[in-house]
């Protein structure tokens, strides 16, 4: 039975957000920063996977990216000029604490400092991630997150990042999708460090759940601005069954649920794993590195859950079909899962279906997981083949479209009484997209690599009005100014 087909899509131009609703731009440090042997940087899990050869397309690397490190000034000129009201940054933990634990590189917090200083003064707020990925090599070399104490190494450092810029931040989140950094980093192989074992998976799992935890209570710690807003981000899965009335598709749903969803709202949230994942995993582990007390450890109280959203799966089980997505799980308990997409999908150029209905049913199913827990979608985009035109400019009207039904499906769900209070658009500059590379942007900037020029896309054009008017414009660019 093939998926159902999409509806169609229902814009909300000229819808207005609440009162202090805040949108941002995100980015994260090894995506844009580039310097990587500068001013004392370790070397980071992203350094040497991405010089590996064969493991990212055209065996491109963040060496350079997007030159950010030295550029910063401009790009927050850029932020400036866009009018956005927040910034959610990454800091790359190989600049703090170069050997993972021990010595601290004041020249990396320098950067960072003067980086939170110039959004202050462009009226921007500091939205700073701790983890996007880049793990010093050293920990991996310890044994990385499926050991416990990476755990505790990322405390140590939430805590002198907090003592250095906590008086100045105004929103801080531990992790960035932990489920990337455990699943596609050691079940799949696909992300940094690249090693393939699914019970180094699990425990990667529950070490991310708990340096979250110990991270989360080190920050508040030192953080000194009494307003500072405490949080996490995760990349949880709208899911479906490919067909609704086949009970193993609706089992695949809900093991798929467990393990790629549950597995972090469970403990952060609730203080529980699910015991389905307990089930499916039992071939696997038996979960003993669970030790007494984590789970507490893990459950702290946050002001902001943040959501990375950007599409949503179908889910069975059988035979793969012509047609399935070319993905085999490697996800513990999900090795027989299959992916499929409804026959009239449309896709980014990362094959991501375009659903907008999707986001709007994650917000409001975890709005009722804790009731008025505050939202901030803390990355949503769309990676397109963007060119810049004979005119000199780029005219991504796919983008533009994505954005404006996104929006839409965000207040929706506030319609729907979900308390979404931020958005940020993923990215402000095209980047270095993991093994992906450079080729797939997601930038509302346009970057030209060879250049390192910077050309505002029409969608930041449509942002910029968007940012300013708290309203969701419409597709014309003559209404954008
Ligand atoms: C998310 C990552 C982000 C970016 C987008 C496209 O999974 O957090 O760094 O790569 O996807």
Redesign the pocket.
């Given at each position: 039975m093939p998926v159902a087909p999409l509806p169609a899509r229902q814009p909300l131009v000229g819808a207005e957000f609440p009162e202090g609703f805040v949108f941002g731009t995100a980015t994260?440090s090894y995506?844009i920063e580039g310097a990587v042997h500068e001013d004392g940087r370790g070397p980071s899990i992203w350094d040497t996977f991405s010089h590996t050869p064969g493991k990212v397309a055209r065996g491109e690397t963040g060496d350079v990216a997007c030159d950010h490190y030295h550029r910063w000034q401009s790009d927050l000129d850029l932020m400036a000029d866009y009018g956005v009201d927040a910034y959610r940054f990454s800091i790359a933990w190989p600049r703090i604490v170069p050997g993972g634990t021990g010595a601290v590189n004041q020249a990396g917090l320098d950067f960072y400092s003067r980086l939170v200083d110039g959004l202050l003064e462009r009226g921007i707020k500091p939205v700073a991630t701790l983890y996007?990925w880049d793990l010093p090599q050293t920990l991996e070399d310890d044994g990385g997150w499926p050991a416990r104490g990476t755990a505790n190494a990322f405390a140590n450092y939430a805590e002198l990042v907090g003592a250095a810029l906590g008086d100045r931040v105004h929103q801080w989140t531990t992790l960035?999708?932990p489920w990337?950094s455990a699943y596609l980093g050691y079940a799949y192989g696909v992300h940094a460090p690249g090693r393939v074992d699914q019970e180094a998976s699990l425990r990667a799992v529950h070490h991310l759940n708990l340096a979250h935890g110990l991270g989360l209570q080190a920050l508040r710690a030192a953080v000194s601005k009494p307003d500072a807003l405490f949080s996490i981000t995760n990349?949880l899965e709208t899911l479906r069954p490919i067909d609704p009335d086949s009970e193993a598709d609706v089992m695949a749903v809900a093991r798929t649920r467990a393990m790629h969803n549950e597995v972090w709202t469970g403990p952060q949230l609730l203080g529980e794993y699910p015991q389905l994942a307990f089930d499916v995993t039992s071939h696997v582990t038996d979960w003993s590195f669970v030790l007494d007390g984590d789970l507490e450890a893990i459950r702290q109280p946050i002001d902001v859950f943040g959501l990375?959203w950007?599409t949503p799966q179908w889910v069975g089980t059988g035979e793969r079909q012509p047609g399935d997505a070319d993905v085999r799980s490697m996800t513990p308990g999900l090795e027989g899962n299959r992916y499929a997409f409804p026959g009239n999908a449309e896709f980014t150029t990362m094959d991501w279906v375009i659903d907008d209905t999707g986001l709007t049913e994650m917000l409001v199913s975890l709005s009722k997981l804790v009731p008025g827990m505050a939202l901030s979608v803390t990355?949503n985009g769309a990676s397109q083949a963007d060119v810049v035109d004979r005119d000199g400019q780029v005219h991504d009207p796919g983008r533009v479209d994505y954005f404006i039904n996104h929006l839409s499906a965000v207040h929706r769900a506030i319609e729907q009484g979900a308390n979404v209070t931020s958005y940020f658009a993923?990215s402000l500059l095209d980047n270095f997209?993991?093994s992906w590379g450079y080729e797939r942007r997601?930038g509302i900037t346009h970057v030209d690599y060879e250049t390192q020029l910077r050309t505002p896309k029409d969608s930041a054009k449509w942002y910029s009005k968007l940012a300013r008017t708290k309203t969701i414009p419409s597709a014309d660019p003559a209404t954008w100014a």
């Open positions: 994260a995506q996007h960035n999708e990337c990349n990375n950007y990355e993923w997209e993991w997601f």
